[in-house]
């Protein structure tokens, strides 16, 4: 039998819910709701404003967007980065059992409440899935299928219960876990690992730095500086990548790092990227 045990210092390539139809956007069994229920600003993001609740102006009658293939182009970059991980489909065809808020406007402010709480739930089932997938969190395999199991049985409540669902504490409780798996895993990796949780790293110069096994989890790393950065092994969870320059950075085995993280980002064909993650058509 051949061991799987892996050299030291080697960078894991968790297997990612990426590749779950569950979770993963599936538009073409929603109802639109990322254009409806949200709102927006005017800013780099978005060419205008919208008010939560209205629908926004390239919205078609068949819930597909007007102007899809030059998001970009109409100052609409916000859109293209955007993943509910699959909630639309769930709050549109399990909770409301495909009932539409045009056919039935009455029902159009539950669904619109409820979205942002699956979109919460469907992400922490994300990063749970991939945290399970990593070797080195072994030893916490039983309560994060525990915390796996409640949090997907959250989902499956009636619209008024998600409705009234505190999901920032649900939040608490996982991140608490997905800490703990993070630290594992860069536990692993050799020498002095940065702490940069939660900082303000916008514009930062960190071209070349070394980052393997850092702490990056909620870092603003709004258009920083990160060309040839070594990200191996860095947890990126929540991190802030809009704009960020990732020219010949190497993230293989980032931890929770997802793909609107990348598609935010700038990169070229000498960023190397996780295994699950796509290569963003616009680098």
Not at 33 to 62: E, H, I, T
Not at 113 to 142: Q, S
Not at 188 to 212: E, F, M, Q, S, Y
Request: hydrophobic share 45%; aromatic share 6%.
């Amino acid at each position: 039998m051949k061991s799987s045990a892996r050299p030291a210092g080697a960078e894991w390539a968790p297997v990612t819910t990426q590749a779950s139809p569950e979770l993963r956007a599936d538009c073409a069994s929603c109802f639109a709701l990322c254009c409806v229920a949200l709102p927006f600003a005017a800013s780099s993001d978005f060419a205008v404003d919208k008010a939560a609740g209205q629908p926004c102006a390239n919205l078609r009658a068949d819930f597909r967007c007007g102007i899809h293939p030059r998001l970009r182009g109409q100052g609409f970059t916000g859109c293209t980065v955007f993943d509910c991980f699959g909630a639309g489909q769930k709050v549109s065809r399990v909770t409301f059992g495909g009932r539409d808020w045009r056919r039935d406007p009455a029902s159009a402010r539950l669904m619109f409440d409820v979205f942002p709480v699956m979109r919460g739930l469907h992400e922490l089932l994300w990063y749970l899935t991939e945290a399970l997938a990593l070797p080195p969190a072994r030893p916490l395999r039983a309560d994060l299928r525990r915390a796996l199991r409640d949090t997907e049985r959250l989902t499956h409540g009636d619209a008024e219960a998600l409705a009234a669902l505190d999901v920032a504490a649900v939040r608490h409780d996982v991140n608490a876990l997905l800490l703990r798996a993070s630290e594992l895993v860069r536990d692993r990796v050799p020498g002095r690992k940065r702490n940069h949780r939660g900082a303000d790293l916008i514009g930062a110069r960190l071209n070349g730095a070394r980052l393997r096994g850092a702490n990056l989890r909620g870092a603003l790393l709004v258009a920083a500086d990160l060309r040839n950065a070594d990200l191996r092994s860095a947890d990126l969870i929540g991190a802030d990548l809009r704009d960020a320059d990732l020219r010949g950075a190497d993230l293989t085995g980032g931890i929770f790092l997802t793909q609107p993280q990348i598609d935010a980002a700038r990169g070229d064909r000498t960023t190397r990227l996780p295994r699950a993650l796509a290569r963003p058509a616009h680098w």
